[in-house]
């Protein structure tokens, strides 16, 4: 017959109720939350800005091109353009 004082299977269960199997449930929930997080963080670090190199690093071309796109855009006035025009002149 069942004898509901002794409902625990072989040692299984500890004084929480959860058992060996329900810690290690939690334990492997824990461990992918913080494995999801830090992915999230680095996938949003990498797409930062939507840039993917870095300003120094552009060619003159490159720079004098999205200098001119910005200025077509309307995102600077015309004195901003050529002061930054100059500016990559003098490199």
């Known amino acids: 017959m069942w004898n509901r004082n002794n409902n625990h299977m072989m040692g299984w269960e500890g004084t929480t109720g959860m058992g060996v ?16 997080i830090f992915t999230i963080i680095k ?7 939507g840039q993917t190199t870095p ?3 552009l060619s003159d071309n490159e720079a004098l091109s999205i200098l ?4 077509a855009q309307g995102e600077i006035s015309e004195e901003e353009y050529l002061r930054m025009k100059d500016v990559l ?3």
Do not use: S
């Open 68 to 71: 001119q796109k910005r200025f």
């Open 21 to 36: 199997i329900g810690v290690l449930v939690v334990l492997l929930l824990v461990i992918i939350t913080v494995l999801v």
């Open 43 to 49: 996938i949003a670090r990498e797409n930062k800005g």
């Open 89 to 91: 002149k003098e490199k």
């Open 55 to 57: 300003a120094h690093k």
